[in-house]
């Protein structure tokens, strides 16, 4: 019901910046409201790092509070995640997500749908 499709990872040195995108396509009788990222390094659990809503709300990880910065083109159900001062414990894959909205309701939370992943790679 929705694809979502993920770009700008890569790899930098440390106290670097990346710009990840993710494009979201969804069939027209839904909408979002809020999209995310999150992100899971090697042997570790998928965490958040940071949503936005529709109406500009963002939330964060403390870990990237003050290095991180979530924005979205609503009108292109587009999110962007600028990472600055990046550290070695930034390295993860950074998957990804919206919910899923209609006539109102909510049918799909964050964490439904994922994107393939886009791989951040900080070396010291």
């Known amino acids: 019901q929705v694809q979502l499709v993920e770009s700008g990872g890569g790899l930098v040195q440390a106290g670097g910046s990346l710009r990840l995108s993710c494009a979201a396509s969804?069939?027209?009788?839904?909408?979002?409201?809020?999209m995310g990222w999150y992100r899971q390094a090697p042997g570790k659990q998928r965490e958040p790092v940071a949503t936005?809503?529709?109406?500009?709300?963002?939330n964060y990880a403390d870990s990237v509070k003050g290095r991180f910065t979530i924005s979205r083109d609503t009108a292109k159900n587009t999110v962007y995640l600028q990472m600055n001062s990046l550290k070695p414990e930034d390295t993860a894959v950074y998957y990804c997500?919206?919910?899923?909205?209609?006539?109102?309701?909510?049918?799909?939370?964050?964490?439904?749908?994922w994107g393939q992943g886009t791989q951040v790679t900080v070396s010291s």
């Open positions: 997500t919206t919910d899923l909205v209609r006539r109102g309701v909510l049918v799909a939370t964050l964490g439904t749908y």
């Open positions: 936005v809503t529709n109406g500009g709300t963002t």
């Open positions: 969804a069939l027209s009788i839904f909408s979002i409201n809020t």
